[in-house]
């Protein structure tokens, strides 16, 4: 964990005072929730013949994040994204996946609305957990990032990559974001993503037969490590309507970590993770070349 800089929020102050039918589990295969690998469980696609082009390779791992308090959680990697879901919360930890330009530019795949609960994930909530229950299912990876494979679209909408958010963020400042991600991978070659939700003590709203806790905000983590001077840069938006520029919602990626627990981004080499994960330029970040 790195030193804290201070920054400037919407303020701080303001955000962080906002912030403020069963489980789908395998019961014959206890040992399958310890796995970790694709997940045969997924519905099936016709077959994908498009293959991702490879990884820059420059830096691997930056999609593992190590936790203060991973006893509730479990890691598993599905294609085009990793994650560890809480089965506490019944959310994810984080979502961490590597978005290339000519991912962000795919038209391969249609998205699917295909919601689907993944039995190896102990805790798993179904796609009647958000119904009626006055909250979007909001993906933390989404699924305009997974257009370049079908196996790709189909996992994203594991209910694993949800949690609840209101429909003003999820229609509104989240998708604002989503899309100016798109615009810097493709400016940047590659940009690594992290994404979750942060709850606090005063949480205590769930939703559904399998409670599924809601969170009073969530952050984004995002590098760009492939560029000539790296640079990284973080949001936070409450979970309500966050209207003004996404300038004011922009922090460092430090200062995601105190709140949440996570160390992003640790494969970095020391020296310049210090130097991206203390910084936040938004300016920077926003220029068209």
């Known amino acids: 964990m790195k030193p804290i800089v201070p920054i400037l929020l919407i303020g701080s102050a303001a955000i962080l005072a906002a912030i403020g039918a069963g489980y789908c589990t395998n019961k014959n295969n206890p040992s399958a929730a310890a796995q970790e690998s694709a997940p045969a469980s997924s519905p099936s696609v016709a077959a994908d013949n498009s293959a991702r082009q490879p990884r820059h390779g420059n830096h691997e791992g930056l999609d593992r994040v190590r936790m203060d308090n991973p006893e509730n959680s479990l890691e598993k990697e599905y294609e085009g994204f990793r994650l560890s879901f809480n089965k506490k919360n019944k959310t994810p930890d984080y979502v961490a996946w590597e978005l290339l330009g000519s991912e962000a530019d795919a038209t391969d795949v249609s998205r699917t609305n295909n919601f689907w609960c993944d039995p190896d994930i102990d805790g798993c909530p179904t796609p009647e957990d958000y119904k009626r229950s006055g909250y979007n299912r909001g993906h933390m990876c989404p699924a305009a990032d997974q257009k370049w494979s079908l196996q790709a679209m189909s996992d994203c909408f594991v209910m694993a990559n949800m949690c609840p958010q209101a429909h003003a963020l999820n229609a509104g400042a989240w998708n604002t974001l989503e899309n100016k991600e798109r615009q810097w991978a493709r400016r940047d070659s590659a940009i690594m993503i992290v994404a979750g939700p942060i709850y606090t003590a005063d949480d205590k709203e769930t939703i559904g037969a399998s409670q599924v806790r809601v969170p009073g905000a969530f952050f984004k983590a995002i590098i760009a490590p492939y560029v000539e001077k790296p640079r990284g840069i973080a949001f936070i938006y409450p979970n309500m309507s966050s209207p003004g520029n996404?300038?004011?919602?922009?922090?460092?990626?430090?200062?995601?970590?105190?709140?949440?627990?996570?160390?992003?981004?640790?494969?970095?080499?020391?020296?310049?993770?210090?130097?991206?994960?203390?910084?936040?330029?938004?300016?920077?970040?926003?220029?068209?070349h």
Do not use: A, C, H
């Open 246 to 288: 996404m300038e004011n919602y922009v922090t460092t990626i430090d200062y995601v970590e105190q709140l949440t627990g996570l160390d992003l981004f640790y494969n970095l080499p020391d020296e310049l993770e210090n130097e991206i994960e203390s910084t936040s330029s938004f300016r920077e970040w926003n220029r068209k």
